[in-house]
């Protein structure tokens, strides 16, 4: 088993490959792939959200992002959340 995680230049998963678009090789012999398979594993992730007076006029494109990514998640995956003004909490 090896796995794989493949990032665009930008650092943005790729979701779309296909068994045909990898090479594997040991040595210089290349080998069959026999078994391929995508995953999206569970994740530990912090958020940490800017609620300062700078933010005023920001905070519903920063709460759009929020339910953006959440809607999108897996539902194994971990968070935890620090809210940022004078000082964390």
Avoid: W
Avoid at 11 to 30: C, I, K, M, W
Avoid at 53 to 62: D, G, L, R, V
């Amino acid at each position: 088993m090896l796995p794989v995680i493949v990032t665009d230049p930008m650092n943005h998963p790729v979701l779309s490959l296909q068994s045909g678009d990898f090479a594997l090789y040991e040595g210089t012999s290349r080998q069959q792939i026999r078994y391929f398979s995508v995953e999206d594993a569970p994740l530990s992730i912090g958020l940490v959200s800017d609620c300062s007076a700078s933010m005023k006029h920001k905070i519903q494109y920063e709460s759009h992002a929020l339910q953006e990514f959440f809607a999108n998640a897996n539902p194994k995956d971990e968070y935890f959340a620090v809210a940022v003004s004078d000082s964390p909490r």
